[in-house]
Each structure stands twice: as structure tokens, then as C-alpha cells.
């Protein structure tokens, strides 16, 4: 062939003649050219594909549920996930699109929590399968504010690559710390439990260990059979999982309905507590011990509060009260001094149910009371002695004020009113943190399918979404999460006690903290607070204050999902003379704590 090219006389060229057709087809955008790692990043559904959860799974145990939440992220990604699980290192992983290539490079994300969280996220890229080697991995400090969402971004760049691309991403967290409050003890097995409703139906702790097969269960005492699933071991896993020191409640002989041991008899169940003890104490030498050891836990436990019976000033008394007094309580205490001199024993009631206490014994107290009677009992702890140490092993406002107390029904929910008298009163324990040896509420859960104590603290079902946290959970949380070391004492320039309840200190962490609630008044409270060589002028504080509606009745009510508790926070300055000034309404409660 031959052939000539002309010197002119042809066509334009279009400048963009080769290209490419792109739909996503085949994954190639979501999971090809669109460089997002993670798949199903935020449970996008259709009518065709509804919403699901695919590639992602729970760790730690986690079990995740979709969610569609009155407040969603926005209107355009209503669904959310929901991570429901209790231990150090729970949370949610994402397989991606069909793995996720790991190399030593800048991986940035971000994601959404809704909702606080007083602690760290990991987020991490590690292999799916084996060992899951970590390649990397960053800890993510916690933004989270109640009731909004907080995103969080973060840069992560791995150590090392990967060898192949079968690795997943996962954000975990520890969900021990974001449960009922902060808590720092746990209190089983009850109350009336432990006690069982006649004296041969009580708490046996050595039926409820082993394998499912081997426990019988027991008659409960709140009117349903018990599986006893949730036994001896199980407790101890819960405390270990929340960080938190268990208090151990053994039998002491007395029933619901009054029948109690003879001093003989006694014996008995002195054997019977010390032999739990070993169960969950002893070295793989001993009988018990080695049962712990078979059953998966080698390692033995420390037991450093028992509390001996509940509430042994109450069923059948008089004659059941004067036994532990002259001798239940007498023989196991030295029964434990003896075995156990460690150990700080708790007598089920306390100086205030007309017992005296030998110490070093503490006692526990139950404070069910009217919002009025709480909060009259704000210095109630101020005229005990050291000798006089006092667990408050149950607490609440169980009635209305003027009502009928226990002639009447308990309330059906904790109501806010309630729950800022319940303020006042654990300011008070707090002032005297020396002698209180701990507070908790009682009862801490409730299924909302069951009716015998409405008043509880968190109350739950088989729909997750009907969890409500109560208007007192967001009282104690808020004063469990500002532990204090020391306290600091007050002294007052001009106003009083009533209707500002307080008490001041540091932190373990040595800012200084001022917790506050109001009661009693129709007026907002100034507050005009120094801290004394702790802040001077310009030093910062944060301020959190617990808010509510103006009918102290109102309540978190499970069912319309009406929350009345407002959370606040704010950063305040302080002024000449090292002063933070801010005013608190009727019925609020409020933690300020300085920066530094
Ligand atoms: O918290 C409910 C019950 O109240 C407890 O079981 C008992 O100790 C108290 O009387």
C-alpha cells in the first residue's frame, strides 16, 4: 500500500476521545472507586434493600440491633446502630468490602455516638481471622454529650501492612463505665433474695454454680421462679466486668417470713458462709477452691465486704431482731474476725434501726423514704462517729410527700422531685465519705413486664428501645462520675444550708469540685463560689447541671419516651477574686469542676 498524507484539509479532533463509562455496576463504586473501606457505613436502606447488617458484627460479646431513633443522625440516615453489651472491650467491626487492604499509610475516618460517654473509642485495623493481628490502632477520646450526637474524627497509620487483605476495622469501647451510674461497688444477692421466703428456701449459693443442668433454681421472692442462671459466679464476672468491688451478702439465718436459726443452728450457717467464702477466695488447695478452679476461674477472687443477712431488723422482729443481735450477728462476726480479719464486716442494719455495732463491724442502712424526710437527712451522717462506718446498701424516694408512706403504693417510677431530694441526701453521705462507706439505689433494674417495685433506676424490656434511664439515674450518674478524694469544708459569707444543699473536694485527678442541688424553694439560687488557693482569677471550671420540668411528678416515661431530665454543660471564668458565679433553678442539681 501506498499512501500520502495530506498537508490539510481534514476534520476537527474532539479533545476527549477515550474515556470511561461509569455506573456502579459490580461494586465499582461503593467498594471500588470510591474510596470508602468501610461497608453498610451507615445502614442505608431502600424499599428494595431495606436496611441490615451486613458486614458488620458485634465484639466482645456485643450483640448490635438496628435502630430508628426519634432523633436520628439526620433525616437522610434515620437508622443507627445499637451496641448492647457490659465488658472492657465491646463494640462493632466492618469487614468491608470483602476485606480491606492494610497498609503503612494515613487512614483518616470519623464516626457518630449518640448520647455521653465519659470515656476512650479504639478504632483499629486488624486481621480477621486467627489471632487478629493488630496493625493499628488509635485511641479516640470520647467528645460524647447527652442526648446529642457528637461526631468524632480521627487519623490512624498503621504499623505495618498487611499480608493480605482479609482484615476488618472496628471501633470498641468500654461499656463497663457507661452503665446505671459509676460504679464503684455492687451489692448481691439482694436483699429479700438472699433471705428466700422460709427458712430452708433461702439463697443457696452452692446451687448456683456449675453447669446449667446441676441448678435446681429457687422460689424468688418477688412472686416468679428463679433459673439461677444468674448465680454466684456470674455476679462475681458482672462486678469484674464493671470494675467494680463486690460486696457479698451471705444467709444468716432469718426468712421473709420470720422464721429464724437457734443459736445452734447457727453454726450451720456460720459453715455454709465461711465454705462461699472459699468457693470464691480460696487457693486451688482447698475443697471449695478447687470446685472455683473446675469451674473455669483458677484464680481466686477478693472478697473485702461481706455483709452478714438483710435487713434483720425488719422480717419477723421483734423476736427475729433481738436473735441477731444477741447472737447471729455476735457469732459470725467473730467467726469471720477469726478466718477473715480482712475482710470489713457489714451487720445487716444499722446504728439507725436502734442496733449498736461493735466496730470495726459497719452497718447497712435503707433509706425508703418521702423527698421531704431525704432531704431533712442531709446531715443525718454528720453526727457519726469513725466507729459508726455505714454502707447505704439501698436508697430511694419510694413515696410522694404528704401521701400515705407504705400504707400506700409505691410510685410507679422515679419521679424528679424525688430524685433531687435523693441529691440532697447523698451530698450529705459524701460530706461524710470517711464513715459512708457507699451508696447505691435499690432496686438497680427493672423488666417493665414487672410490677412489684416500679421505682427503680433502669427499666428495660424485650423491645431495647424501651430502656429507660430514670430521672434518678441522671441524679446519681451525674455525682458518681465526680468522685471525690477528700472532702473540702465549706465555710459561708452570706445564705445557708436550705434551699442550696452542697459538699465540696478534690478529685483524684486534684481539680476541686463543688456539687450542689436545690429543693425547697421557688426562686432561682445564686451561687457565688471561690475556691480557696484552688482558683484564682481566669482559672476555668466546667459546670453540669441536671434541669427538670416544674412538676416535681414528672417522670422518664418508658412508653411516650419523654425524657424530662436536661443535661447542661459550661465552661465558666472565674472572676476577681478567683469567684465563679452562676445560679441554679428549683429542683436542679449541678457539678462544677475546675479544668485543672
Ligand atoms: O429493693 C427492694 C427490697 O427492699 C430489697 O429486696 C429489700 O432488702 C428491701 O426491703
Not at 65 to 70: A, E, G, K
Amino acid at each position: 500500500v501506498d499512501l500520502v498524507v495530506k498537508s490539510s484539509g481534514g476534520n476537527a479532533s474532539t479533545p476527549i476521545m477515550y474515556g470511561i463509562m461509569h455506573e456502579d455496576i459490580n461494586n465499582s463504586g461503593d467498594g471500588g472507586i470510591y474510596a470508602e473501606l468501610i461497608s453498610n457505613r451507615a445502614f442505608q436502606g431502600s424499599a428494595k434493600f431495606p436496611s441490615n447488617l451486613t458486614g458488620w458484627a458485634g465484639v466482645g460479646g456485643a450483640r448490635l440491633s438496628l435502630q430508628r431513633l426519634d432523633k436520628p443522625l439526620s433525616a437522610a440516615l434515620p437508622v443507627s446502630v445499637n451496641v448492647a453489651g457490659c465488658g472492657k472491650k465491646v463494640g462493632l467491626e466492618n469487614s468491608g468490602y470483602w476485606g480491606i487492604d492494610v497498609k503503612v499509610q494515613k487512614y483518616t475516618g470519623s464516626f457518630y455516638v449518640k448520647g455521653a460517654y465519659d470515656g476512650v473509642f479504639t478504632a483499629q485495623l486488624q486481621s480477621a481471622l486467627g489471632k487478629k493481628e493488630v496493625f493499628g490502632s488509635v485511641e479516640v477520646a470520647s467528645q460524647s454529650v447527652d442526648g446529642a450526637w457528637t461526631q468524632h474524627n480521627f487519623t490512624l497509620v498503621p504499623t505495618k501492612a498487611a499480608p493480605n487483605s482479609n482484615n476488618t476495622f472496628s471501633i470498641t469501647f468500654n461499656s463497663a463505665t457507661s452503665g446505671l451510674t459509676n460504679q464503684k461497688f455492687i451489692r448481691f444477692p439482694g436483699g429479700n433474695m438472699l433471705m428466700g421466703n422460709t427458712i430452708d428456701t433461702f439463697w443457696k449459693w452452692n446451687e448456683t454454680i456449675g453447669p446449667l443442668k446441676d441448678r435446681p433454681g429457687m422460689a424468688g421472692v418477688w412472686e416468679y421462679q428463679l433459673t439461677t442462671g444468674l448465680g454466684l459466679v456470674e455476679y462475681m464476672e458482672w462486678a469484674d466486668d464493671l470494675g467494680a468491688e463486690p460486696i457479698l451478702g451471705v444467709w444468716a439465718g432469718l426468712s421473709l417470713d420470720g422464721a429464724f436459726y437457734t443459736q445452734d443452728q447457727t453454726d450451720f450457717a456460720i459453715q455454709y458462709a465461711l465454705d462461699e467464702l472459699e468457693f470464691l477466695t480460696g487457693d486451688v488447695s482447698t475443697k471449695w477452691g478447687a470446685v472455683r478452679a473446675s469451674l473455669g476461674h483458677p484464680k481466686p477472687w477478693k472478697i473485702k465486704y461481706v455483709e452478714i443477712g438483710n435487713e434483720d431488723w425488719l422480717a419477723g422482729r421483734p423476736t427475729s431482731f433481738e436473735s441477731y443481735k444477741k447472737y447471729r450477728f455476735p457469732m459470725f462476726l467473730k467467726a469471720f474476725q477469726e478466718k477473715h480479719p480482712d475482710i470489713q464486716i457489714i451487720a445487716s442494719p444499722s446504728v439507725f434501726d436502734n442496733m449498736t455495732i461493735p466496730a470495726p463491724a459497719a452497718g447497712d442502712y435503707h433509706p425508703y423514704l418521702t423527698p421531704d424526710q431525704m432531704v431533712s437527712y442531709y446531715s443525718r451522717f454528720d453526727q457519726l462517729s469513725r466507729q459508726n462506718l455505714t454502707l447505704i446498701g439501698e436508697a430511694s424516694s419510694t413515696h410522694p410527700n404528704g401521701g400515705l408512706g407504705w400504707d400506700g403504693p409505691l410510685s410507679s417510677n422515679p419521679w424528679w422531685g424525688g430524685s433531687v431530694a435523693e441529691a440532697v441526701f447523698l451530698l450529705g453521705a459524701e460530706k461524710n465519705g470517711d464513715k459512708v462507706i457507699g451508696a447505691c439505689y435499690a432496686p438497680g433494674l427493672r423488666n417493665l413486664n414487672r410490677w412489684q417495685w416500679g421505682m427503680t433506676i433502669v427499666q428495660h424490656a424485650a423491645d431495647t428501645a424501651l430502656t429507660t434511664l430514670s430521672t434518678s439515674w441522671y441524679v446519681w450518674r451525674l455525682l458518681g462520675l465526680h468522685p471525690l478524694k477528700n472532702t473540702l469544708p465549706v465555710t459561708i459569707k452570706e445564705g445557708g444550708i436550705n434551699p442550696l444543699f452542697w459538699v465540696a473536694g478534690t478529685s483524684e485527678k486534684n481539680t476541686t469540685v463543688f456539687k450542689a442541688a436545690v429543693y425547697n424553694t421557688t426562686e432561682p439560687v445564686s451561687v457565688s463560689l471561690q475556691f480557696e488557693g484552688h482558683a484564682t482569677k481566669g482559672a476555668t471550671a466546667t459546670l453540669t447541671m441536671l434541669t427538670g420540668p416544674a412538676d416535681p411528678y414528672a417522670i422518664n416515661d418508658p412508653f411516650t419516651r419523654v425524657n424530662v431530665v436536661k443535661e447542661t454543660t459550661s465552661k465558666l471564668t472565674a472572676g476577681d477574686g478567683g469567684v465563679f458565679a452562676f445560679s441554679m433553678p428549683m429542683l436542679s442539681v449541678a457539678v462544677l469542676e475546675t479544668d485543672s
